[in-house]
């Protein structure tokens, strides 16, 4: 095994597709037809299903699939002091398809509501996890700034962004330290946001909105440094970096190079999630900024866009690329993204997604 805290060489990335009875149940509390309660005994009952179907497929981790969400990031995000949620003009275009129309601004000092209702969430995967280590995941601090930039920030409470920025990284702190208090050992910070530095389209629009693209990853580099800095030494945090996803979609194509020497070289994060499932993600060589024994590379080789099955041959001889570059005792292996960054979710079945997270496990179990 390795030094590293992170030793799951096979890992499940987070969302999972929305059971049926899980998306009638909101439908039905959408509508008025039955209260919190009811459908907070629903989820339950589906994250309880979802938790045992991981274990039963030979997973050491396990997460409740996002199931009490209906986004990755701004159910969390909303439920931070000083951010509100709103409805937007349009939804956050993708390939060729666009999300529901949802945005959040900066309203107020940031800061960790101790009542966060992630925090409980959080508690109940952990009485049904067993003998797995339960997985808590939420979006990385960078996420709250790079979408709406300057303009979502309220300039009357922050004139300046370096006062924006030392809060964000203290919210973080503080949420980090409450998950652990919660009995949280692994958590997974989600971040689009490396991705688009990585694109030449993306890069271009940063610039055309006034900012620099290389200083901005400087600045996300160091906020994520000092929201974990005093982080507990038996706390596993992973960064995934994601593309996009959304119903089988993406937004940012390009190999991490750009961003790499700041991204492995200086974020002092203990595992990096990178897809890596299709030609849009480049090749392996930015693997050599990765610190040596330090942090674990875990390859989304297995991609949750489509049902159909990977060769395990042909994964293996990924790895042994990748192997080139960092060493194999530091690679795992898990699907390229969660299955439902929205609860729409991705174009496959169930029963697709259980055989991808199986063929996870089985290709981790003979390489390592």
Request: include cysteine; aromatic fraction near 10%.
């Amino acid at each position: 095994m390795c030094e590293c805290h992170h030793a799951f060489h096979a890992d499940v990335v987070g969302s999972l597709l929305r059971p049926a009875a899980l998306k009638t149940a909101r439908q039905q509390y959408q509508r008025g037809e039955i209260d919190a309660a009811a459908l907070r005994t629903v989820e339950d009952e589906q994250i309880r299903l979802a938790v045992d179907a991981q274990r039963a497929l030979g997973l050491a981790v396990v997460t409740d699939g996002e199931f009490r969400r209906a986004w990755w990031h701004f159910d969390f995000l909303e439920g931070l002091n000083g951010v509100e949620g709103y409805d937007a003009n349009q939804g956050i275009q993708f390939n060729g398809v666009q999300t529901k129309a949802r945005s959040i601004k900066v309203v107020g000092k940031l800061g960790f509501n101790p009542q966060h209702p992630m925090l409980a969430d959080f508690r109940y995967l952990q009485t049904i996890a067993g003998d797995a280590v339960p997985k808590m995941t939420i979006p990385s601090p960078s996420v709250l700034h790079f979408r709406g930039g300057r303009q979502a920030i309220d300039s009357q409470v922050y004139p300046q962004l370096d006062a924006y920025f030392a809060d964000l990284a203290q919210t973080y702190r503080d949420a980090i330290a409450a998950f652990y208090a919660a009995g949280c050992r692994y958590l997974q910070l989600d971040d689009t946001v490396w991705a688009y530095l990585c694109s030449e389209d993306q890069r271009r629009q940063i610039r055309e909105r006034g900012e620099d693209p290389d200083q901005l990853a400087r600045i996300y580099a160091d906020v994520l440094n000092a929201a974990i800095a005093d982080k507990p030494q038996d706390l596993t945090i992973g960064l995934h970096v994601c593309r996009g996803n959304f119903r089988s979609t993406w937004i940012s194509e390009g190999g991490y190079e750009p961003v790499a020497e700041i991204l492995f070289g200086q974020v002092n994060i203990d595992a990096f999630f990178l897809e890596y499932d299709n030609q849009r993600s480049g090749g392996f060589e930015p693997l050599r900024f990765i610190k040596p024994g330090r942090q674990q590379v875990v390859l989304g080789l297995i991609t949750t866009k489509n049902g159909e099955l990977e060769n395990p041959e042909q994964v293996k001889q990924r790895l042994e690329e990748a192997a080139q570059f960092v060493d194999r005792r530091q690679l795992c292996l898990s699907t390229q993204c969660g299955f439902a960054s929205t609860e729409e979710g991705n174009s496959l079945s169930e029963q697709q997604q259980w055989d991808k997270l199986r063929s996870v496990v089985n290709i981790a179990g003979q390489v390592w």
